[in-house]
């Protein structure tokens, strides 16, 4: 069921290594490759506008079929159009909003077919095909887009994004609950207000808005291999098998820990021990090896992070849930929003203190979130709900 989450993966791998790898070699800004990036981000957060829909009408399998499919063809677009820097950030806007609703549909699908016990390796596997498998496919896409005639190749690529529609086709579907499906939009959007007041949700956003484990650093670093020496073939090969181990071994870690620790301070934990880690890559040589460190790192790190948020929203849906899609897309849109400032702020630092700049941006503002809440969360101790 892991593979649900393949199309988030390889989409986002694809926006966030290889067309910066591909925008650098055509001697494209680093500022203004953030900026492209930041824009593509952004229905990561904004997504949950449109979730109540997911939950409406027609099998949340139709929904995921569909978007993966709209997704597709936008990023085979995005490759024709790389060179084309007002058209690309609307395409990948596009298809990444689509993708981003797909993967809510998915959550909210699986989750329900998922008993409880099984949650906490649901939420790992996700992770494991988003990071690790969105790596493998971003690991051979500069390869395949520069060996074969460029259309082909970026067509094979592209494919990836939709690999996960026979899996779609393949697994058990309820129907829309019945209620929602039979009740007028205005019915169904106070349905879906009840979700922003429940105790378990509201506690879980700041967490998640907040910039305390969003790792936004991993989606910088693609743009960056320049600084390291690193060359473009090697930018996509070390950056996609870094993310690959990185995305297998990270999320398989948090289950045995979430057995040990409440998600919530394990989110935190995860976060702190990042920013640490970055802070560390100031005193290291700008080298390939260097690069490839900070990927493979920097990306177990956000894999991790990944998880722990997968089992805290999957925790919170409960069992049975009618707004299933609705809630989890919600809580999973608010982990996007600090990738997407943080993507900018991270490139606007490059302005002023090239990689030096962005590694003490990422790593303070990241570490010092997470001792906030940590503290809030301490101090509120009795009154937080648990998951």
Same mark, same amino acid.
């Given at each position: 069921?892991?593979?649900?989450?393949?199309?988030?993966?390889? =989409?986002? !791998?694809?926006?966030?290594?290889?067309?910066?790898? /591909?925008?650098?070699?055509? &001697? %494209?800004?680093? @500022?203004?490759?953030?900026?492209?990036?930041?824009?593509?981000?952004?229905?990561?957060?904004?997504?949950? /506008?449109?979730? $109540?829909?997911?939950?409406?009408?027609?099998?949340?399998? !139709?929904? #995921?079929?569909?978007?993966?499919? %709209?997704?597709?063809?936008?990023?085979?677009?995005?490759? /024709?159009?790389?060179?084309?820097?007002?058209?690309?950030?609307?395409? /990948?806007?596009?298809?990444?909003?689509?993708?981003?609703?797909?993967? #809510?549909? %998915?959550?909210?699908?699986?989750?329900?077919?998922?008993?409880? @016990?099984?949650?906490? &390796?649901? @939420?790992?596997?996700?992770?494991?095909?988003?990071?690790? @498998? +969105?790596?493998?496919?971003a690991m051979g896409a500069i390869s395949l887009v520069r060996g074969l005639p460029y259309v082909v190749g970026a067509a094979i690529?592209?494919?990836?994004?939709?690999?996960?529609?026979?899996?779609?086709?393949?697994? $058990?579907?309820?129907?829309?609950?019945?209620?929602?499906?039979?009740?007028?939009?205005?019915?169904?959007?106070?349905?879906?207000? !009840?979700?922003?007041?429940?105790? !378990? %949700?509201?506690?879980?956003?700041?967490?998640?808005?907040? $910039?305390?484990?969003?790792?936004?650093?991993?989606?910088?670093?693609?743009?960056? +291999?320049?600084?390291?020496?690193?060359?473009?073939?090697?930018?996509?090969?070390?950056?996609?098998?870094?993310?690959?181990?990185?995305?297998?071994?990270?999320?398989?870690?948090?289950?045995?820990?979430?057995? &040990?620790?409440p998600p919530r301070p394990l989110y935190l934990m995860v976060g702190i021990a990042g920013a640490l880690f970055s802070l560390t890559?100031?005193?290291?040589?700008?080298? $390939?090896?260097?690069?490839?460190? #900070?990927?493979?790192?920097? *990306?177990?790190?956000?894999?991790?992070?990944?998880?722990?948020?997968?089992?805290?929203?999957? &925790?919170? *849906?409960?069992?049975? *849930?009618?707004? #299933?899609?609705?809630?989890?897309?919600?809580?999973?849109?608010?982990?996007?929003l600090p990738l997407i400032y943080m993507q900018y702020l991270d490139g606007q630092a490059y302005g002023l203190g090239g990689v030096?700049?962005?590694?003490? *941006?990422?790593?303070?503002?990241?570490?010092?979130?997470?001792?906030?809440?940590?503290?809030?969360?301490?101090? =509120?101790?009795?009154?937080?709900?648990?998951?």
């Amino acid at each position: 069921m892991g593979i649900g989450f393949l199309p988030l993966g390889a =989409f986002g !791998s694809l926006m966030l290594i290889t067309f910066p790898a /591909l925008l650098a070699t055509n &001697r %494209v800004p680093e @500022g203004q490759i953030a900026a492209i990036t930041a824009i593509g981000l952004i229905p990561g957060f904004a997504y949950f /506008l449109l979730t $109540p829909i997911l939950d409406w009408r027609f099998k949340r399998r !139709s929904y #995921a079929i569909g978007l993966a499919i %709209v997704g597709g063809l936008c990023m085979y677009a995005a490759f /024709l159009f790389v060179t084309n820097l007002a058209v690309l950030p609307v395409l /990948l806007f596009t298809g990444y909003m689509a993708i981003s609703l797909c993967i #809510a549909a %998915v959550g909210g699908w699986f989750g329900n077919l998922t008993d409880a @016990g099984d949650k906490d &390796r649901l @939420g790992a596997w996700f992770t494991v095909f988003n990071l690790g @498998g +969105g790596g493998a496919v971003a690991m051979g896409a500069i390869s395949l887009v520069r060996g074969l005639p460029y259309v082909v190749g970026a067509a094979i690529v592209s494919l990836s994004v939709v690999a996960a529609v026979p899996m779609f086709l393949w697994l $058990p579907c309820p129907p829309a609950d019945k209620k929602l499906a039979s009740e007028s939009f205005r019915d169904f959007a106070r349905d879906v207000g !009840s979700v922003l007041r429940k105790r !378990s %949700v509201l506690w879980t956003l700041p967490l998640f808005l907040m $910039p305390s484990a969003s790792f936004a650093l991993t989606n910088t670093l693609g743009g960056l +291999g320049r600084d390291f020496n690193t060359p473009e073939w090697m930018v996509g090969l070390v950056g996609g098998a870094g993310v690959t181990i990185a995305g297998v071994f990270g999320p398989l870690l948090i289950p045995p820990l979430a057995d &040990r620790l409440p998600p919530r301070p394990l989110y935190l934990m995860v976060g702190i021990a990042g920013a640490l880690f970055s802070l560390t890559l100031l005193l290291l040589p700008r080298t $390939p090896a260097t690069f490839g460190l #900070a990927l493979m790192v920097e *990306n177990i790190f956000q894999a991790g992070a990944f998880s722990v948020a997968n089992v805290i929203a999957l &925790r919170t *849906n409960g069992e049975d *849930n009618p707004l #299933a899609a609705t809630q989890f897309g919600l809580l999973i849109a608010a982990t996007g929003l600090p990738l997407i400032y943080m993507q900018y702020l991270d490139g606007q630092a490059y302005g002023l203190g090239g990689v030096n700049g962005t590694l003490i *941006n990422d790593a303070a503002l990241s570490g010092g979130a997470c001792l906030l809440l940590a503290a809030v969360f301490w101090v =509120f101790r009795k009154r937080v709900p648990g998951v």
